[in-house]
Protein backbone atom coordinates (compact mmCIF):
# COMPACT_ATOMS: atom_id res chain seq x y z
CA UNK A 1 0.00 0.00 0.00
CA UNK A 2 1.57 3.68 -0.89
CA UNK A 3 1.46 6.19 1.70
CA UNK A 4 0.59 9.87 1.23
CA UNK A 5 0.76 12.51 3.54
CA UNK A 6 -2.25 14.80 4.29
CA UNK A 7 -0.53 18.16 4.70
CA UNK A 8 0.10 21.28 3.17
CA UNK A 9 3.08 21.99 5.87
CA UNK A 10 6.77 21.53 4.33
CA UNK A 11 8.27 20.90 7.10
CA UNK A 12 6.01 18.00 7.68
CA UNK A 13 6.71 17.09 4.15
CA UNK A 14 10.04 16.80 4.31
CA UNK A 15 10.64 14.98 7.28
CA UNK A 16 8.20 11.98 6.36
CA UNK A 17 10.18 12.08 3.25
CA UNK A 18 13.34 11.55 4.97
CA UNK A 19 11.61 8.40 6.48
CA UNK A 20 11.79 6.81 2.82
CA UNK A 21 8.08 5.46 2.95
CA UNK A 22 6.07 8.53 1.30
CA UNK A 23 4.69 7.73 -1.62
CA UNK A 24 3.33 10.95 -2.80
CA UNK A 25 1.05 14.38 -1.03
CA UNK A 26 -2.77 15.37 -0.67
CA UNK A 27 -3.53 18.51 -0.02
CA UNK A 28 -6.92 20.52 0.44
CA UNK A 29 -8.31 24.28 0.62
CA UNK A 30 -8.51 23.78 4.66
CA UNK A 31 -5.30 22.26 4.87
CA UNK A 32 -3.85 24.93 2.89
CA UNK A 33 -5.92 27.91 5.38
CA UNK A 34 -4.14 25.85 7.86
CA UNK A 35 -1.00 26.72 6.24
CA UNK A 36 -1.99 30.73 6.21
CA UNK A 37 -1.17 30.25 2.09
CA UNK A 38 -3.13 32.56 -0.15
CA UNK A 39 -0.43 31.21 -2.69
CA UNK A 40 -2.19 27.73 -3.56
CA UNK A 41 0.13 27.33 -6.80
CA UNK A 42 3.05 28.17 -5.45
CA UNK A 43 2.98 26.24 -2.40
CA UNK A 44 1.73 22.92 -4.81
CA UNK A 45 5.05 23.81 -6.71
CA UNK A 46 7.45 23.81 -3.68
CA UNK A 47 5.64 20.32 -2.42
CA UNK A 48 6.24 19.22 -5.80
CA UNK A 49 9.90 20.07 -5.63
CA UNK A 50 10.22 17.43 -2.40
CA UNK A 51 7.92 14.86 -3.53
CA UNK A 52 8.32 13.00 -6.54
CA UNK A 53 5.22 11.03 -6.52
CA UNK A 54 1.61 12.02 -6.98
CA UNK A 55 0.65 15.82 -5.07
CA UNK A 56 -3.07 16.12 -5.24
CA UNK A 57 -3.57 19.95 -5.15
CA UNK A 58 -7.83 20.85 -5.17
CA UNK A 59 -9.73 23.38 -7.08
CA UNK A 60 -12.32 26.17 -5.83
CA UNK A 61 -14.69 26.19 -8.69
CA UNK A 62 -18.10 24.28 -8.28
CA UNK A 63 -19.11 24.80 -11.84
CA UNK A 64 -17.58 22.41 -14.75
CA UNK A 65 -16.25 24.68 -16.49
CA UNK A 66 -14.83 26.41 -13.90
CA UNK A 67 -12.92 23.23 -12.46
CA UNK A 68 -11.48 22.79 -16.14
CA UNK A 69 -9.83 26.13 -16.10
CA UNK A 70 -8.24 25.81 -12.72
CA UNK A 71 -7.43 22.54 -13.00
CA UNK A 72 -5.85 22.47 -16.35
CA UNK A 73 -3.57 25.56 -14.57
CA UNK A 74 -2.89 23.46 -11.49
CA UNK A 75 -2.07 19.92 -13.43
CA UNK A 76 0.74 21.92 -15.69
CA UNK A 77 2.61 23.22 -12.21
CA UNK A 78 4.30 19.90 -12.47
CA UNK A 79 4.11 16.77 -14.46
CA UNK A 80 3.22 14.91 -10.60
CA UNK A 81 0.17 17.01 -9.87
CA UNK A 82 -2.96 14.97 -9.24
CA UNK A 83 -6.07 17.27 -9.74
CA UNK A 84 -9.03 16.84 -6.93
CA UNK A 85 -12.70 17.36 -7.91
CA UNK A 86 -15.43 17.55 -5.29
CA UNK A 87 -17.56 13.93 -6.41
CA UNK A 88 -20.66 16.11 -7.67
CA UNK A 89 -21.98 16.18 -11.03
CA UNK A 90 -19.98 19.69 -12.71
CA UNK A 91 -17.52 17.18 -10.94
CA UNK A 92 -17.79 14.34 -12.79
CA UNK A 93 -18.54 16.29 -15.86
CA UNK A 94 -15.10 18.01 -15.93
CA UNK A 95 -13.31 14.72 -14.37
CA UNK A 96 -14.51 13.64 -17.96
CA UNK A 97 -13.30 16.02 -20.12
CA UNK A 98 -10.17 16.73 -18.00
CA UNK A 99 -9.48 13.11 -18.01
CA UNK A 100 -9.93 12.11 -21.57
CA UNK A 101 -7.20 14.86 -22.09
CA UNK A 102 -4.55 13.06 -20.34
CA UNK A 103 -5.19 14.89 -16.83
CA UNK A 104 -5.19 12.54 -13.40
CA UNK A 105 -7.69 13.49 -11.29
CA UNK A 106 -8.58 12.51 -7.74
CA UNK A 107 -12.60 12.57 -7.15
CA UNK A 108 -12.79 13.47 -3.19
CA UNK A 109 -15.26 13.73 -0.70
CA UNK A 110 -17.08 10.54 -1.38
CA UNK A 111 -19.27 8.58 1.12
CA UNK A 112 -21.07 6.35 -0.88
CA UNK A 113 -20.51 3.43 -2.65
CA UNK A 114 -22.28 4.23 -5.51
CA UNK A 115 -20.56 7.75 -5.88
CA UNK A 116 -17.43 5.67 -6.26
CA UNK A 117 -18.52 3.72 -9.00
CA UNK A 118 -19.40 7.35 -10.86
CA UNK A 119 -15.65 8.07 -10.06
CA UNK A 120 -14.26 5.51 -11.75
CA UNK A 121 -17.16 5.37 -14.78
CA UNK A 122 -15.72 9.18 -15.47
CA UNK A 123 -12.17 8.27 -15.68
CA UNK A 124 -10.70 9.17 -12.52
CA UNK A 125 -7.18 8.09 -11.52
CA UNK A 126 -8.17 8.00 -8.07
CA UNK A 127 -10.86 8.15 -5.67
CA UNK A 128 -10.78 9.62 -2.18
CA UNK A 129 -13.16 8.06 0.40
CA UNK A 130 -13.78 9.91 3.62
CA UNK A 131 -13.60 7.20 6.34
CA UNK A 132 -13.00 9.46 9.39
CA UNK A 133 -16.07 11.62 8.80
CA UNK A 134 -18.13 8.87 8.26
CA UNK A 135 -17.08 7.17 11.45
CA UNK A 136 -18.03 11.06 13.05
CA UNK A 137 -21.06 10.34 12.40
CA UNK A 138 -21.58 7.03 13.47
CA UNK A 139 -21.13 5.09 9.90
CA UNK A 140 -18.36 2.73 9.19
CA UNK A 141 -16.06 4.71 7.23
CA UNK A 142 -13.40 1.08 6.37
CA UNK A 143 -16.89 -0.52 5.51
CA UNK A 144 -17.16 1.87 2.58
CA UNK A 145 -14.01 1.37 1.66
CA UNK A 146 -14.47 -2.59 1.51
CA UNK A 147 -17.54 -2.06 -0.73
CA UNK A 148 -15.64 0.26 -3.36
CA UNK A 149 -12.68 -2.65 -3.44
CA UNK A 150 -15.91 -4.97 -4.25
CA UNK A 151 -17.45 -2.82 -6.41
CA UNK A 152 -14.21 -1.78 -8.24
CA UNK A 153 -12.39 -5.39 -8.22
CA UNK A 154 -16.31 -6.73 -10.41
CA UNK A 155 -15.64 -4.55 -12.95
CA UNK A 156 -11.81 -4.22 -13.23
CA UNK A 157 -11.88 -0.39 -12.71
CA UNK A 158 -8.31 0.63 -12.61
CA UNK A 159 -9.07 3.89 -10.52
CA UNK A 160 -6.83 3.87 -7.40
CA UNK A 161 -8.45 3.88 -3.97
CA UNK A 162 -7.00 6.44 -1.88
CA UNK A 163 -8.20 6.03 2.01
CA UNK A 164 -8.56 9.29 2.85
CA UNK A 165 -9.71 11.44 6.26
CA UNK A 166 -7.84 8.87 8.38
CA UNK A 167 -7.82 9.72 12.22
CA UNK A 168 -5.90 6.41 13.92
CA UNK A 169 -2.97 3.91 12.96
CA UNK A 170 -5.79 1.80 13.18
CA UNK A 171 -7.55 2.77 10.05
CA UNK A 172 -3.98 2.77 8.12
CA UNK A 173 -3.74 -0.93 9.12
CA UNK A 174 -7.50 -2.02 8.07
CA UNK A 175 -6.74 -0.02 4.58
CA UNK A 176 -3.95 -2.19 4.02
CA UNK A 177 -5.62 -5.13 5.60
CA UNK A 178 -8.52 -4.47 2.74
CA UNK A 179 -6.12 -3.94 0.14
CA UNK A 180 -6.41 -0.30 -0.33
CA UNK A 181 -4.04 0.93 -3.22
CA UNK A 182 -3.34 3.92 -1.09
CA UNK A 183 -3.80 5.53 2.43
CA UNK A 184 -3.07 9.40 3.04
CA UNK A 185 -2.29 10.10 6.46
CA UNK A 186 -1.66 13.63 8.92
CA UNK A 187 1.90 13.95 10.19
CA UNK A 188 1.30 13.19 13.69
CA UNK A 189 -0.26 9.68 13.12
CA UNK A 190 2.94 8.35 10.60
CA UNK A 191 4.92 9.20 13.82
CA UNK A 192 2.48 7.16 15.45
CA UNK A 193 2.10 3.87 13.06
CA UNK A 194 6.05 3.50 14.47
CA UNK A 195 5.54 3.69 18.51
CA UNK A 196 4.63 0.46 20.47
CA UNK A 197 5.16 0.22 23.94
CA UNK A 198 6.98 -3.12 23.65
CA UNK A 199 9.58 -1.84 20.98
CA UNK A 200 10.84 0.94 23.57
CA UNK A 201 10.77 -1.21 26.61
CA UNK A 202 13.07 -3.74 24.37
CA UNK A 203 15.23 -0.74 23.61
CA UNK A 204 15.75 0.40 26.78
CA UNK A 205 16.78 -3.24 28.06
CA UNK A 206 18.98 -3.85 25.45
CA UNK A 207 20.77 -0.79 26.19
CA UNK A 208 20.81 -1.25 29.89
CA UNK A 209 22.30 -4.74 29.54
CA UNK A 210 25.08 -3.41 27.33
CA UNK A 211 26.10 -0.69 29.78
CA UNK A 212 26.26 -3.85 32.28
CA UNK A 213 28.67 -5.32 30.01
CA UNK A 214 30.87 -2.66 28.77
CA UNK A 215 31.11 -1.77 32.69
CA UNK A 216 32.36 -5.72 33.44
CA UNK A 217 34.66 -5.21 30.49
CA UNK A 218 36.69 -2.56 31.56
C1 LIG B 1 -7.91 13.83 1.71
O1 LIG B 1 -7.58 13.95 0.59
C2 LIG B 1 -8.47 14.92 2.56
O2 LIG B 1 -7.67 16.05 2.32
C3 LIG B 1 -8.39 14.64 4.03
O3 LIG B 1 -8.01 13.31 4.27
C4 LIG B 1 -9.60 15.06 4.80
O4 LIG B 1 -9.41 14.72 6.15
P1 LIG B 1 -10.26 15.35 7.34
O5 LIG B 1 -11.59 14.68 7.37
O6 LIG B 1 -9.46 15.02 8.57
O7 LIG B 1 -10.35 16.83 7.09
Do not use: W
Request: glycine residues 6%; aromatic residues 6%; contains cysteine.
Amino acid sequence: MQLFIDTANLDEIRKASSYGVLDGVTTNPSLMAKEGISDQEKRIVEICGIVAGPVSAEVIATDADGMIKEAKKLAALAKNVAVKLPLTLPGLEATRTLADEGVDINLTLVFSPVQALLAAKAGAKYVSPFVGRLDDIGQDGMALVEDIIDIYGQYSYDTEIIVASVRSPLHVANAALLGADICTIPFKIITQLVAHPLTDKGLAAFLEDYRKIKSVVH
